[in-house]
């Protein structure tokens, strides 16, 4: 008699599937590496307009290191303070999926990293590629402190253009020839507006249009007819950039870690925080060709109104005459400083590369104003008030001119149940509403002084019109969301009308960044989910204005369940 054990096949085939899925969801993370790196923040000399400053630098590099990593692979950088100041690192644009520990900004994240101190950042990409980067979060300090951050295509999966031969990160800065923050204090102890600086610099070098520079200059090399990408960051402090490169054309392919539409360009426009991702053919004639970069300003006020420059040189470019030497490069077509009509036809043609994911439900509609003040003094005209009329600079959004706390950091308070270090109460609209960018009334000038949140539900839809105001000065001001990437569905001059401007709104293939301008007087649109739990900052990313109070943070509540919820925080935090 033949016996069949009935159990055993259907048995030994969930086995045989729980194998098969156990190893297809390790492949999936098969690829995924974890990166270790050890940044030393520290003073080391650096010699630049002649002279040798006692620089803040990581790992003795200005610019810092360039991290280099693929979508889904893990970062561990333990940062080591042996400088004379506090300080916390930002890497700005990553998501940081319920880890806003390892966001970076001083007193909202995590107290500083002291002297003599170290905490190790440890976050994983998700889904993101392209072009981000690094840069101190405390005072100043990210003037020296910066880096490019890469994110290769995971592997298998190709770039949505064609091949480049070669990669090059274009680190756009600003140097001071004094301490930055010497620069900072002054500013912050007077009132006024902080010194302009010295030099624009390409890869933190000036170039050769600045006094003992020509020496240094970046000098990129180039096979004819080969195509590059160029991973423009702009990491200055306070300038947005016209950038070109003479008699070649640009093809934007990214922004913001974000694939566009490719499009061709002459020269681009690049706000503090951005990141810009361009094709360049060397399909010219074999020569030296500058690469150079210059402020876009908008504001009524002092400037860096110098032009820094780098080199593209073909290999095969005849040298001159006379003593072998290279021929003299070819300069570029730049813009005018005030050309807000190349910037806004520039930053018109970015698209997603294909439909977006936009909210079309809002259940959140902010109105924020954001500006310039000023605060009245009592005693005007003082040592401490050095500003317009006897006053003292400000910044706000909402009339709110944000207060960083100094007890505890704003993440901290909110794990902890801290009372006192924070409100909730931030206003969606303005108190007051009044002809934003006219002629403001001189009463509306003075903001109110406060460390406000905004509370938000977790997978809320979320729309912000950010509002330009002519108090002191029109400016352009970019504004960085932390923790989120976002839609830009939608910009204009004036102020903005809710009745008649979302008609126009881009919700098919807006393009996706974490930073975005406001234009001179006018107004820019956002839209975004709120997936990821937490306290994310929200700034103008001009370093002059951060300090006077242009910004707020949003606090997203949890959801539901772990995935939905801020993990614990790292055991080394460190403490205020």
């Known amino acids: 008699m033949e016996f069949h054990k009935v159990g055993a096949k259907p048995c030994s085939s969930y086995l045989f599937f729980a194998i098969l899925l156990l190893f297809a969801f390790l492949a999936s993370f098969a690829d995924a590496a974890v990166h270790f790196h050890e940044f030393v923040i520290e003073a080391k000399p650096v010699k630049r307009l002649c002279r040798t400053h006692s620089t803040i630098t990581v790992n003795g590099q200005f610019p810092g290191p360039t991290l280099e990593v693929r979508d889904g692979d893990t970062l561990v950088i333990k940062a080591i303070n042996r400088a004379r100041y506090n300080v916390t690192l ?23 990293i002291r002297p003599g101190q170290s905490y190790t950042y440890q976050f994983t990409i998700q889904n993101q590629q392209g072009t981000l980067w690094w840069h101190a979060h405390s005072k100043w300090l990210r003037a020296t402190v910066y880096g490019a951050l890469i994110i290769y295509p995971k592997l298998g999966s190709p770039y949505p253009f064609p091949m480049p031969k070669r990669e090059i990160p274009i680190l756009l800065g600003e140097w001071w020839d004094r301490n930055p923050m010497d620069v900072l204090r002054l500013a912050l102890f007077t009132g006024a507006a902080p010194n302009i600086s010295d030099a624009l610099t390409i890869n933190g070098q000036p170039g050769d249009l600045y006094r003992c520079s020509s020496k240094e200059t970046a000098i990129f090399p180039v096979e004819a007819g080969e195509t590059i990408l160029l991973r423009i960051i702009n990491s200055a402090m306070n300038e947005e950039m016209f950038f070109g490169v003479a008699n070649h054309k640009l093809t934007v392919v990214a922004v913001d870690s974000a694939y566009t539409k490719p499009f061709a360009t002459n020269v681009i426009m690049i706000a503090p925080g951005q990141t810009t991702d361009v094709l360049l053919t060397a399909d010219q004639t074999p020569a030296r060709y500058y690469m150079a970069a210059h402020a876009y300003n908008t504001a009524n006020a002092p400037f860096d109104n110098t032009t820094t420059t780098a080199i593209l040189e073909y290999k095969s470019a005849p040298f001159s005459a006379k003593k072998g030497q290279s021929l003299k490069p070819i300069f570029p077509q730049l813009p005018g ?51 317009p009329n006897g006053t003292r600079f400000a910044a706000s959004i909402n009339n709110v001119s944000f ?60 729309q912000i019109v950010f509002q330009d105001t002519s108090v002191v000065t029109v400016e352009d001001h970019p504004m960085h969301l932390h923790g989120y990437q976002f839609y ?4 204009g001059f004036g102020n903005f009308d809710p009745k008649n401007d979302p008609a126009k709104f881009n919700l098919i293939d807006p393009p996706e ?55 614990p925080p790292p055991l080394d935090l460190p403490r205020c």
């Open 90 to 112: 930002h890497w700005h644009g990553v998501r940081q999926l319920r880890n806003p520990w390892a966001d970076g900004p001083e007193f909202v994240t995590q107290c500083p």
């Open 488 to 491: 830009v569905v939608g910009s």
């Open 403 to 462: 207060v960083f706390p100094r007890r505890n950091s704003l993440m901290q308070a909110y794990y902890q149940g801290q009372p006192g270090i924070f409100t909730t109460d931030f206003p969606p609209f303005p108190p007051v509403q009044y002809d934003y960018s006219g002629n403001v009334p001189r009463g509306l000038w003075q903001p109110v002084k406060a460390t406000k949140l905004l509370k938000l539900k977790y997978r809320s839809k979320v």
């Open 513 to 567: 960044r974490n930073t975005i301008g406001t234009p001179p007087g006018g107004w820019v649109a956002i839209r975004f989910e709120a997936d990821n739990p937490g306290i994310w900052l929200l700034h103008c990313h001009l370093d002059s204005h951060l300090p006077w109070g242009l910004a707020t943070a949003l606090l997203v509540e949890n959801g539901v369940g772990k995935l939905q919820t801020v993990q």
């Open 337 to 387: 400083f005030n050309d807000t009509a190349t910037a806004t036809a520039f930053t018109a043609q970015l698209r997603s590369i294909s439909k977006a994911k936009v909210p079309l439900e809002i259940d959140e509609s902010l109105f924020f104003t954001v500006g310039l003040g000023l605060i009245n003094c009592t005693n005007p005209n003082s040592r401490r008030c050095q500003g």
